[in-house]
Structure formats: structure tokens, C-alpha cells
Nanobody, 122 residues
Framework: QVNLVESGGDSVQAGGSLRLSCSAP????????VAWFRQAPESGREAVAI???????VYRSSVKGRFTVSPGSAKNTLDLQMNSLKLEDTAMYYC????????????????WGKGTQVTVSS
């Protein structure tokens, strides 16, 4: 019943911007923490931004000031606005939902989308 579908991934030059969206019709944001993770080649899946039911957000240090996670304009959607993109932001980006206590660790996340690719080039 819970389906997470990401969109918005693209190829962009360094310094550019992208806006990712997660459609999550089966997720009630009041019941779960929702988040964006990313996984670069030969790297583990890491949390990028997390938002809790109260709307409080947590970002990994490398994206603070550049990325913003927020509810989307449509119901049951979650956006990730990415500005000032860097080469190291290149990764598959995943929408996720789960228990807030465990959301920072990929292995403990309950629900995953299939990902959307973001490629940043010089």
C-alpha cells in the first residue's frame, strides 16, 4: 500500500539547481518521518535530509544551506530543492519513510522509493 515514487532527477552543471519530488500517496506524514537519502557509486546510502511529523528538519552537514526539504505543493508529496550543486552531489536520490528514531540509518528505514538519478558535471 505504501508507494514512494521519486522524480526530478537530471543532469546539471555544477552550481545549478534541481528540485526533486517524492510522491507518497500511501504515507501519512503525521505518522512517519520522511527523508531523502542518496547513494553514490561505490558508496553507502546516506541520509541527506529528514523531516518529522512536526515539520522539523535535519540535514547532513555537507548540504546545509544548499538543500531544503519540504512538503510539496501537491498532497502527499515531498520535495527536495537542491541549489549550488556540486560534483560530489552526484548520486541516486531516494525518498524514504519510517520510524523517526531510526531514519538516519539506511538499514533501519522501513519504506523506499526506487530512486532518481542526479548527475552534476563541471
Amino acid at each position: 500500500q505504501v508507494n514512494l515514487v521519486e522524480s526530478g532527477g537530471d543532469s546539471v552543471q555544477a552550481g545549478g539547481s534541481l528540485r526533486l519530488s517524492c510522491s507518497a500517496p500511501g504515507v501519512t506524514f503525521s505518522d512517519y518521518c520522511v527523508a531523502w537519502f542518496r547513494q553514490a557509486p561505490e558508496s553507502g546510502r546516506e541520509a541527506v535530509a529528514i523531516i518529522d511529523p512536526a515539520g522539523r528538519t535535519v540535514y547532513r552537514s555537507s548540504v546545509k544551506g544548499r538543500f531544503t526539504v519540504s512538503p510539496g505543493s501537491a498532497k502527499n508529496t515531498l520535495d527536495l530543492q537542491m541549489n549550488s550543486l556540486k560534483l560530489e552531489d552526484t548520486a541516486m536520490y531516494y525518498c524514504a519513510a519510517g520510524d523517526c528514531v531510526y531514519m538516519s540509518t539506511a538499514a533501519r528505514v522501513r519504506y523506499w522509493g526506487k530512486g532518481t538519478q542526479v548527475t552534476v558535471s563541471s
